[in-house]
């Protein structure tokens, strides 16, 4: 079955502290997906991957093909930060008429000042 | 983003009623899909649509039905509402090739069956 995993399904941390969120999944991926899902509900794509490491802003993301594992820190965390995180992939085996995302259940993080 | 909206953001309704979730795009993109978010669960793929009149299922589509006559409309209609189908619905969208484009999702529809 594939499957997604993340860790941890809690986090909290004080301010400007560095954070690591986990993902790892099952099988071969096209790309994987971090997205943010702020208390309000709204979920917003930060990173698409399929290889190697992302940076935008305090934001990184990296992964492991050969590991099936990706990370997404967060350097100098703030309050603002929190949030759910969720990780998504692509299985490598999608097609035209096959498209699907499969989600892992999210990790909710939370600065505190 | 401005460019996907969901309406209505809420609803409440009542068990074995007819209701219509509206998904409304102005990026021109080709796929759009219709997720449902439920607690202890991952979004789960409830329709998408690669097209015009081109729609498929997803993992979890029974209950619920999809039309797509427009572009820029994706239509969720839930044909008789069951407690079981109370849910934060999103919409989003991508376009091809998804190696250059992610997805964007609208800001979610809160409904609640009674």
């Known amino acids: 079955k594939n499957e997604v995993e993340q860790s941890p399904q809690n986090l909290t941390a004080q301010e400007g502290e560095f954070i690591t969120i986990n993902c790892s999944y099952s099988?071969?991926?096209?790309?994987l997906h971090w997205l943010q899902q702020h208390p309000g509900g709204g979920i917003v794509s930060l990173f698409m991957l399929s290889s190697g490491k992302k940076k935008h802003g305090r934001l990184i993301a990296t992964i492991n093909i050969q590991e099936k594992h990706s990370s997404l820190h967060i350097t100098a965390s703030h309050p603002r930060d929190s949030a759910v995180y969720i990780c998504a992939v692509r299985w490598e085996r999608s097609n035209f008429g096959n498209e699907k995302l499969t989600f892992g259940t999210g990790t909710r993080l939370t600065i505190i000042p | 983003d401005a460019g996907i909206t969901q309406s209505p953001r809420h609803k409440v309704t009542e068990t074995g009623t007819p209701v219509t979730l509206r998904c409304h795009q102005t990026e021109n993109h080709r796929y759009m899909y219709w997720y449902r978010q439920d607690p202890g669960h991952g979004l789960r793929l409830i329709h998408y649509s690669y097209g015009v009149k081109d729609t498929d299922k997803g993992e979890v589509s029974d209950g619920y039905s999809v039309s797509r006559s427009k572009t820029e409309d994706f239509l969720l209609t839930l044909e008789s509402a069951t407690s079981s189908q109370t849910s934060v619905y999103f919409c989003a969208i991508s376009e091809f090739p998804r190696r250059l484009y992610g997805y964007t999702f609208g800001s979610g529809t809160r409904l609640t069956v009674v």
């Open positions: 099988v071969g991926i096209s790309a």
